[in-house]
């Protein structure tokens, strides 16, 4: 590779110059995933690989390429994928072959990017750690004492530790932008049914959204171009014909007018965490000197968030993974007596001890007598959520929060105090609420630990009203055309190597 942390646009013109070959860049990222330690990957397409590197130098020979050929892509191991293993980090799907494609894997396929193989996860995408993976914990590059975050902590990780320069995630309630802020690189999830559902496993069905991550603003935006537009298999898929993002592979766009960015004070009312609030004091002035106006914003019921967060999304939960029964595919005990005992052992076995709490509490909150005091109240603030973020957007453009309300945390720290562990979504839940765009990008680190820990990085988080990604992302490319925390990459030799 031209470097050890390449972004697409410095690949994209090693590729275009000859400077370097798709085959032999795929050949040193796979070295470098084959050495790595950090548990990023659940599965890597070794063949297939390199097989779609050399079409993609074929490609380029051509002169046809586009703004993905070639480029290392990882998927998120949520995306159906054909051919290949589909686990969402679960035994129940540990031999499960997917018999087609998502529409994620199929457009980015389409447009030549090379899948380099899945991506490790939190089960079902449950999870702000990624340690309910049946296929172990993922570490931090920053630290490997500490989570990458999660439920996608292991696009993240791989984007952090330079093996891939993009990598898809999916958000439900903030997992795409926590990791990326516990991992010091930026994420975006997009409006919901901005990119297609289809082939994507459901967690939650009515906030689950496929996102991107990468190292620069402007490599999201390549990638997410590519990856969205209407579907007609997801019947949630937006239809964008007024919503069209404009390429960013080419010159990086600008604002194209001055924009007002409003400050919620119930968001930094939470911020309980001095040096935190002096990073985003930080980031305030950057946007500052580039004649940005910031305003107070009120969003009353953000408090309601979480406890709302976890009731819609546990009983969307208990209705999706129903589908699991050892009956057609997946897991499936040993010697069933009867259909019951099937079912009953079947998921025992496959599911771990966090996808069967959100499964019993979802369904508890389903049952007669608590639909509506659980389900059907919960649905009404969300709606209150929601309404409190339009008015906001009637006075400004966007919203600048924090993106956790502290940096990546130990592993293991959290694991015993499943409350403790939904408190680091109050940040990010209510965007998922609202089925806004969001993103997170780096802007600080920590000071140094005791014991000569590593400071470690945080993020800071950008919300804008439906399909208005392409302000989000320039607005996020103005930040980092005039900050450096998006090229601050681990020192991974410090860390005991790859």
Not at 66 to 88: N, Y
Not at 120 to 141: H, I, L, Q, R
């Amino acid at each position: 590779m031209t470097e050890d942390f390449p972004t697409i646009s410095a690949l994209r013109a090693a590729l275009d110059s000859r400077e370097l070959s798709a085959v032999e860049l795929m050949s040193q990222i796979l070295t470098r995933v084959e050495a790595n330690s950090l548990n990023c990957f659940i599965s890597v397409f070794n063949e297939q690989a390199m097989d779609q590197a050399r079409l993609a130098d074929a490609t380029i020979a051509s002169g046809q390429q586009t703004a993905l050929t070639g480029i290392p892509i990882a998927h998120k191991d949520i995306f159906l994928t054909q051919g290949h293993r589909t686990s969402c980090g679960s035994k129940i799907l540990d031999n499960f072959i997917a018999p087609y494609d998502a529409t994620v894997t199929e457009k980015l396929a389409a447009a030549g990017s090379v899948c380099l193989g899945k991506t490790n996860m939190d089960e079902f995408a449950m999870g702000s750690s990624n340690e309910n993976s049946f296929y172990g914990a993922v570490k931090n590059p920053w630290n490997k004492a500490c989570v990458p975050g999660g439920s996608s902590g292991g696009s993240a990780a791989a984007i952090a530790a330079g093996l891939v320069p993009a990598a898809t995630g999916t958000d439900t309630g903030g997992s795409i932008r926590q990791p990326a802020a516990f991992c010091g690189v930026s994420g975006i999830k997009p409006t919901y049914g901005r990119v297609s559902r289809y082939g994507m496993v459901a967690f939650a069905s009515s906030l689950d959204q496929a996102g991107v991550f990468a190292h620069t603003a402007q490599d999201l935006g390549v990638v997410l171009n590519a990856m969205s537009g209407h579907d007609p298999r997801d019947s949630t898929s937006a239809r964008e014909d007024t919503h069209g993002l404009s390429s960013f592979a080419e010159t990086p766009q600008a604002l194209s007018r001055p924009i007002r960015i409003g400050l919620p004070k119930e968001y930094f009312s939470l911020l309980n965490n001095a040096a935190l609030e002096n990073i985003y004091q930080d980031v305030r002035r950057v946007f500052e000197q580039q004649n940005i106006e910031f305003v107070e914003v009120s969003l009353p019921h953000t408090s309601a968030a979480v406890p709302t967060y976890y009731v819609v999304a546990g009983a969307e939960a208990s209705t999706n993974l129903s589908r699991f029964d050892g009956v057609r595919y997946g897991h499936r005990c040993e010697n069933p007596q009867d259909l019951e005992d099937l079912y009953t052992r079947s998921r025992t076995e496959g599911f771990g001890a966090e996808v069967k709490r959100r499964i019993l509490t979802g369904t508890y909150t389903l049952s007669v007598g608590y639909y509506d005091a659980y389900y059907v109240k919960a649905q009404k603030v969300r709606r209150l959520i929601a309404e409190d973020f339009t008015r906001a957007f009637n006075e400004v453009d966007l919203l600048l929060t924090p993106t956790t309300p502290s940096a990546a945390f130990r592993l293991g720290e959290m694991s015993k105090d499943p409350v403790q562990m939904y408190q680091q979504d109050v940040f990010t839940v209510p965007a998922s609420l609202a089925g806004l765009p969001a993103m997170s990008l780096p802007c600080g680190f920590t000071e140094p630990g005791n014991n000569s820990e590593p400071p470690m990085p945080l993020g800071c988080q950008l919300l804008a009203p439906h399909f208005s990604e392409q302000l989000l992302l320039e607005t996020a490319l103005l930040y980092q055309q005039n900050s450096d925390w998006h090229e601050q990459h681990p020192d991974l030799i410090a860390q005991g190597g790859e």
